[in-house]
């Protein structure tokens, strides 16, 4: 069983960091694909960042190419999104999402699970 849990999120200045966590406490998802997406307020959700099952392959989306960074602890279950030099646009409702994702790492429809979400806001 997967059950997601997300935690970190909060309320940060423009230029500063987070890092938000993902916790499967349900377990299995240890060879899943994992990814993170977000919504903000009145916009589609889209794709963050995904890793996969071993850790060392991982993609990110354009909008936070060079900024944020992801990584997972598989022994502990996790899935970490370090953020840096935030930006009032990347102010949104993080999800953490598992799933087989063997096609399109991007699309919300390779996952299967889903958190509640974790909210951050940039002030500017």
């Known amino acids: 069983q997967v059950h997601l849990v997300e935690s970190g999120g909060g309320l940060v200045q423009a230029g500063g960091s987070l890092r938000l966590s993902c916790v499967d406490s349900?377990?299995?998802?240890?060879?899943?694909?994992m990814g993170w997406f977000r919504q903000a307020p009145g916009k589609e959700r889209e794709f963050v960042a995904a890793?996969?099952?071993?850790?060392?392959?991982?993609q990110y989306g354009d909008s936070v190419k060079g900024r944020f960074t992801i990584s997972r602890d598989s022994g502990e279950n996790t899935v970490h999104l370090h953020m840096n030099n935030l930006k009032p646009q990347d102010t949104a409702v993080y999800y953490c999402a598992a799933g087989p994702a063997t096609r399109d790492w991007s699309a919300m429809d390779e996952y299967e699970y889903w958190g509640q979400g974790t909210r951050v806001t940039v002030s500017s």
């Open positions: 349900g377990g299995d998802s240890a060879r899943s694909t």
């Open positions: 890793i996969n099952w071993v850790g060392w392959r991982t």
